[in-house]
C-alpha cells in the first residue's frame, strides 16, 4: 500500500505564511504527479491549489499564482506547498494527491491524504 502524511497546517493571520509538506511511503516504484488540493467545506468539491510532475513541470490555480510555490524532493518522495501572502479565501482543508507506479509494468493509481486543516483569519 502507499501513505501520504501531510503536515504544516494551521491557524495563521492574513498575510502570513504557511509550509505544507508530504510525505509518500510505502510500496512506491514512482510518483508521476504529486500536489495538493483544496476543499474549502465540508460538502464542497476538492479544488485543484497545485501540481507537480516527476520531470519538473508544474500547474497552478489561478487563486495560487504569484503567491504559493510546489515543489518536490524525489529522494525523499515528498512534496512541498509554501504558501504566503495567505487570505481569508484560502481556508480550508488541505489534500496531497499523489499518482503513483506501485511496479514496473503495472498501473498507475491515485492515492490522498487525510488532510490537514489551513485556517486563515482575517
Not at 476538492?46 to 487563486?63: K, Q
Not at 504559493?68 to 495567505?86: C, E, G, H, P, W
Not at 481569508?88 to 496531497?96: A, I, K, L, N
Amino acid at each position: 500500500q502507499v501513505q501520504l502524511v501531510e503536515s504544516g497546517g494551521g491557524l495563521v493571520q492574513a498575510g502570513g505564511s504557511l509550509r505544507l509538506s508530504c510525505a509518500a511511503s510505502g510500496s512506491i516504484f514512482s510518483l508521476r504527479v504529486m500536489g495538493w488540493y483544496r476543499q474549502a467545506a465540508p460538502g464542497n468539491e476538492r479544488e485543484l491549489v497545485a501540481t507537480i510532475t516527476s520531470a519538473g513541470t508544474i500547474n497552478y490555480a489561478d487563486s495560487a499564482k504569484g503567491r504559493f510555490t510546489i515543489s518536490r524532493d524525489s529522494a525523499k518522495n515528498t512534496v512541498y506547498l509554501q504558501m504566503t501572502s495567505l487570505k481569508p479565501e484560502d481556508t480550508g482543508v488541505y489534500y496531497c494527491h499523489a499518482n503513483v507506479l506501485r511496479r514496473l509494468g503495472g498501473l498507475f493509481y491515485d492515492y490522498w491524504g487525510q488532510g490537514t486543516q489551513v485556517t486563515v483569519s482575517s
